[in-house]
């Protein structure tokens, strides 16, 4: 199945981009700076987001990993301004295309919604207005960015589902009408609707058995070649991150434990907390091996351990780790948050 012409996708998007920034393949389509944020509780602020720094080139795959709890669909929300209380953003900033989503209005940032920057969130199978069609949701999104032809509406609308492996019969079916997997495949086919230039998901495939979830995810990688866009991509899947993203970031506590270059941490992983995550699940090419996992839990980020978060679990601790919190290490191209690495330089440098 292939997606509408690159260029007819562009000649619907329209021209110009809202923010007034000029497509420029040298500012990375997202830089992430520093960025904290807490979850105002009666137990106290709960950081769940912690100082977290990257930057997203366009075309770019990046996928985000780490068990639950430990803060991916927080930073998801935070890059997308889409945070309601009691979380709030209490450090950092978000540059999209070289602006500062933070600064934007709750109108600027409508505008770019959608057609600059979509989001696929965890619930995406409940996402969808259940009291109207699904073509009429898509035709909604489509106005409120200024395309009003109705014969246009319906090709594009039709050419997305198509996308996503739906019948185009089905823009008439309401959500209760649709399984899961084709909730969760239409709002896919949602963010596609314009040229995004980033597209944020968060377990978009969770709902789909493991022969759809790989012919959805080629779907996607093939769209983003034709089109150009990064992806942000959620998911507990090491399999699927292995396959399809570009770079990989190991999330633990709050904190990136290890990122860097996909192949190069499924190769040799440097943390210990990603050689417990690669080592619970099966090898899809290699020998059978016994699934060890990761024995125990990730801290309660209310109470935080003193030192390393992830040293009552490792199994490389050492008396440093109890007392000492390891800042995040360059070790050739990969951040790795351990103190095996002390000795190299800080991160970014
Ligand atoms: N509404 C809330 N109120 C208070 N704390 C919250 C709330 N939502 C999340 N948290 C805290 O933020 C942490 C991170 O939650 P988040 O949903 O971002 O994790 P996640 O990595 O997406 O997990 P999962 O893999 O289960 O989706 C949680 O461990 C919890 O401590
Ligand atoms: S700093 Fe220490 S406890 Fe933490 S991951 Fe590294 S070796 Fe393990
Ligand atoms: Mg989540």
Known sequence: ?????????????????????????GVP????DDLSVAYQTRRGDVTAVDGVSFDLAR???LGIVGESGCGKSTLLFAIAQLLAPPAQVTGGCVSFKGTDLTELTERQLAAIR????????QSAMNALNPVKSVGSQFADAMRAHGVSSKREIAQRSAEVLA?????GAHLKSYPHQLSGGMRQRSMIAMA??????????????SALDVVAQR??????????AELGFAIIFVTHDMSLVSHFSDRLMVMYAGQVAEFGPTRRVFDAPLHPYSVG???????????????????????????????????????????????????LYQVDDIQVRCLLQAGRGPAGD
């Open 192 to 205: 596609l609707l314009f040229t995004p230039d980033l597209v944020i998901m968060d377990e978009p495939t």
């Open 59 to 61: 075309g770019e795959f």
């Open 29 to 32: 389509v997202l830089q992430v």
């Open 114 to 121: 959608w057609k600059e920057l979509s989001v696929v969130m």
């Open 1 to 25: 199945m292939r997606s509408a012409p690159a260029d007819r996708v562009r000649e619907l998007a329209g021209p110009g981009v809202p923010l007034g920034v000029p497509p420029d393949a």
């Open 277 to 327: 995550l690669l080592d619970a699940f099966p090898s899809i090419r290699g020998p059978q091996v016994p699934l060890t996992g990761i024995p125990g839990s990730p801290p309660d980020l209310a109470k935080l351990p003193g030192g390393c978060r992830f040293a009552p679990r490792c199994q490389k601790v050492m008396p440093a780790c109890e007392t000492t919190a390891p800042p």
């Open 215 to 224: 012919s959805l995810m080629v779907q996607i990688k093939e769209l983003q």
């Open 163 to 167: 996308m996503v492996g739906i019948d």
